[in-house]
């Protein structure tokens, strides 16, 4: 009989959060598994999910790029009501699918303002006279700028949990450099490898942005001042005899869009984020990027030479980590949060081009979703 998982995300600026899970979950449906895909952030256009299933809840985001408090797709604050629906909707979601395991991705670690719902999900799953495996998908950096109260938390939340997968290379990033707790958790915390997007041994070949200089800010919500300085920088750089190539992602509002295009000068083009992606970056001489999971994992299985200029705040620290860490193994360079200029990013640009390519590093371990569907297949086994 056919296992299946039902599987949690929320995304709430970007669309990170999703789109890992959507490439996590059609590994587990290749896998054999039946999966559902329960969705609570903003809808998004061309996902891929070939051979998943897909359930929207009443959709929600962050109310603003702190992070820090939660509002409906419009902007008005969540209310009860509000939350006592969405939550009973997920409730009798999970009761019609019987799930063999229920994963929920970032939490506990993360997500935990989502506890109104996620709690109670948590408990409906232990009150089943079989209960499913729960398991916590998580990414390779979490928020270290969490109090010690909100960690014991989270300790205390996930002994309801089987296992907690980290979507990560050790080699690279260990979790326990951002999650001060790990001797609580490590008993029952398995290392996956990355969860990349695509296979570098499949990416198509071409000539493509060849010798390019790419500039991307994933999904573009909070990328327009990382394009616009992109620009500035470009002619003190050693590479501004290349074309620039800048792409624009779907959330970059369409103000920022037309700023763009009209600063854009000879040499530089600026476009909508591309499928080919990977080949972009395989054939560029260097990338210049945000510092997201995907965005990196794809810089690290394709790119020559790149840049990383983290999206942070003082509550966010993730992107400024994942960043300080890989410069820290001599990999790529970066500007700091709230360090950006057109001076530091070309200052960082030339180091990047006089430093050695990411190619010469041991390539990273991106097999995380072959692994996550090993693991699952190892824990229901009879």
């Given at each position: 009989?056919t296992?299946?998982?039902?599987?949690?995300?929320?995304?709430?600026?970007?669309?990170?959060?999703?789109?890992?899970?959507?490439?996590?979950?059609r590994?587990?449906?290749?896998?054999?598994?039946?999966v559902?895909?329960?969705?609570?952030?903003?809808?998004?256009?061309?996902?891929?999910?070939?051979g998943?299933?897909?359930?929207?809840?009443?959709?929600?985001?962050?109310?603003?790029?702190?992070?820090?408090?939660?509002?409906?797709?419009?902007?008005?604050?969540?209310?009860?009501?509000f939350?006592?629906?969405?939550?009973?909707?997920?409730?009798?979601?999970?009761?019609a699918?019987?799930?063999?395991?229920?994963?929920?991705?970032?939490?506990?670690?993360?997500?935990?303002?989502?506890r109104?719902?996620?709690m109670?999900?948590?408990?409906?799953?232990?009150?089943?006279?079989?209960?499913p495996?729960?398991?916590?998908?998580?990414?390779d950096?979490?928020?270290?700028s969490?109090?010690?109260?909100?960690?014991?938390?989270?300790?205390?939340?996930?002994?309801?949990?089987?296992?907690?997968?980290?979507?990560?290379?050790?080699?690279?990033?260990?979790?326990?450099?951002?999650?001060?707790?790990?001797?609580?958790?490590?008993?029952r915390a398995?290392?996956?490898?990355?969860?990349?997007?695509?296979?570098?041994?499949?990416?198509?070949?071409?000539?493509?942005?060849?010798?390019?200089?790419?500039?991307?800010?994933?999904?573009?919500?909070?990328?327009?001042?990382?394009?616009?300085?992109?620009?500035?920088?470009?002619?003190?750089?050693?590479?501004?005899?290349?074309?620039?190539?800048?792409?624009v992602?779907?959330?970059?509002?369409?103000?920022?869009?037309?700023?763009?295009?009209?600063?854009?000068?000879?040499?530089?083009?600026?476009?909508?984020?591309?499928g080919?992606?990977?080949?972009l970056?395989?054939n560029?001489?260097?990338?210049?990027?945000?510092?997201g999971y995907?965005?990196?994992?794809?810089?690290?299985?394709?790119a020559?030479?790149?840049?990383?200029?983290?999206?942070?705040?003082?509550r966010?620290?993730?992107?400024?980590?994942?960043?300080?860490?890989?410069?820290?193994?001599?990999m790529?360079?970066?500007?700091?949060?709230?360090?950006?200029?057109?001076?530091?990013?070309?200052?960082?640009?030339?180091?990047?081009?006089?430093g050695?390519s990411?190619?010469?590093?041991?390539?990273?371990?991106?097999?995380?979703?072959?692994?996550?569907?090993?693991?699952?297949q190892?824990?229901l086994?009879?």
């Open positions: 009989m296992k299946r998982v039902f599987f949690y995300v929320q995304h709430l600026l970007g669309i990170g959060h999703l789109r890992r899970a959507a490439v996590l979950a590994a587990m449906a290749v896998g054999g598994f039946d559902l895909l329960v969705s609570g952030g903003a809808p998004s256009d061309g996902l891929a999910l070939d998943v299933r897909f359930h929207q809840l009443p959709p929600l985001r962050a109310a603003d790029a702190r992070l820090k408090e939660l509002a409906r797709l419009d902007g008005t604050p969540l209310d009860d009501a939350r006592t629906e969405r939550t009973r909707r997920l409730l009798d979601l999970f009761a699918e019987q799930p063999d395991v229920l994963m929920t991705e970032q939490f506990p670690f993360g997500r935990t303002r989502l109104f719902e996620l109670p999900l948590l408990e409906a799953a232990q009150d089943r006279p079989s209960p495996w729960i398991v916590s998908s998580v990414r950096v979490v928020r270290r969490a109090s010690p109260a909100r960690v014991d938390e989270m300790v205390a939340t996930f002994e309801a949990f089987d296992a907690l997968l980290i979507h990560a290379d050790p080699a690279l990033v260990r979790f326990e450099e951002s999650f001060t707790a790990w001797e609580d958790v490590k008993a398995l290392y996956t490898g990355y969860v990349a997007e695509s296979d570098p041994a499949r990416t198509p070949h071409g000539d493509v942005g060849k010798g390019e200089v790419i500039v991307s800010a994933g999904g573009g919500a909070v990328g327009a001042p990382l394009l616009h300085t992109a620009l500035k920088a470009r002619a003190m750089t050693p590479l501004a005899d290349r074309r620039w190539r800048l792409l992602g779907p959330n970059l509002p369409a103000a920022n869009q037309a700023a763009l295009a009209e600063a854009a000068g000879d040499g530089i083009v600026v476009e909508p984020v591309r080919d992606f990977p080949t970056l395989r560029a001489a260097l990338s210049i990027s945000q510092a995907n965005t990196v994992i794809e810089t690290l299985c394709h020559d030479r790149a840049v990383l200029v983290p999206f942070g705040t003082a966010e620290t993730e992107q400024a980590d994942r960043a300080r860490l890989l410069v820290a193994r001599g790529v360079s970066s500007v700091p949060p709230d360090t950006l200029s057109p001076a530091t990013l070309a200052a960082a640009v030339a180091a990047a081009w006089a050695p990411i190619r010469s590093f041991p390539p990273v371990d991106a097999r995380g979703g072959p692994a996550t569907v090993a693991a699952l190892q824990m086994a009879p």
